[in-house]
């Protein structure tokens, strides 16, 4: 079965650090872009950052410069290092598998959508 | 940053019908060398985490029952269900992954 797990949510103090990781399972994790999702109760989505099977990494102007993603392929793992945490932060943050996608007839179809989600781990930045 | 706009946000529907949700972007997501538009359609279910609908405009994800469809071109865009189910209630989102910043509407709440 495909699984994304995601963990180390906690209730961390403003300016404090925080790390998550996402531990895939049922798939080719190296084969994969990945990506973070994060979701403050009540309101929308919010893409927080992605890294490419390259190891290149991409993020929103809200949180370059605190926020570092790296991933293990050795242990299907995707983390995201959170630092200068900021009650804005506070969410439920999703890792997500961006999709393979498919080519056909010159033009290719799905690459990067996300298509698998994990269950979300909880960061609350309060003091 | 391209902007993505839904509408409406607020969505009654009754069992059997059809149901619409637009979605505009503040720039094209056509991708001129292949011809491909990189707009998803997601949703979430009360108390779930999101799933993928709709890829590259119009495809349909995996289980993803016929009566879901995806439309449109350059700017916007619409979500189609055929005959709308108790199941579908929930929150639908586009989202645009034509470039950096990856953006979601704000999203559009499906009641029946």
């Known amino acids: 079965e495909v699984q994304l797990v995601e963990s180390g949510g906690d209730l961390v103090h403003p300016g404090g650090s925080l790390r998550l990781s996402c531990l895939a399972s049922g798939f080719t994790f190296s084969r994969h872009d990945m990506h973070w999702v994060r979701q403050p109760t009540g309101k929308g989505l919010e893409w927080v950052s992605t890294?490419?099977?390259?190891?290149?990494?991409y993020f929103p102007r809200s949180v370059k410069g605190r926020f570092t993603i790296s991933r293990d392929n050795g242990k299907n793992s995707l983390f995201l290092q959170m630092n200068s945490l900021t009650a804005g932060d506070t969410a439920l943050y999703y890792c997500t598998r961006g999709a393979l996608g498919f080519c056909s007839g010159g033009s290719c179809y799905g690459k990067d959508a996300f298509d698998v989600w994990g269950q979300g781990t909880m960061v609350t930045v309060s003091s | 940053d391209i902007v993505m706009t839904q509408t409406p946000l607020s969505l009654p529907v009754t069992p059997g019908e059809p149901a619409s949700i637009s979605c505009r972007s503040s720039?094209?997501?056509?991708?001129?060398?292949?011809?491909?538009?990189?707009l998803d359609w997601y949703l979430q279910k009360p108390g779930q985490s999101p799933q993928l609908l709709i890829y590259t405009l119009s495809f349909r994800a995996s289980g993803v029952p016929d009566r879901f469809s995806g439309s449109g071109s350059g700017t916007y865009f619409t979500l189609n269900i055929s005959r709308v189910e108790a199941d579908d209630v929930g929150v639908y989102y586009c989202m645009q992954h034509i470039d950096f910043p990856y953006t979601f509407g704000q999203g559009t709440k499906l009641q029946i």
């Open positions: 890294i490419t099977t390259s190891g290149d990494t």
């Open positions: 720039q094209s997501l056509l991708d001129n060398d292949d011809g491909s538009i990189f």
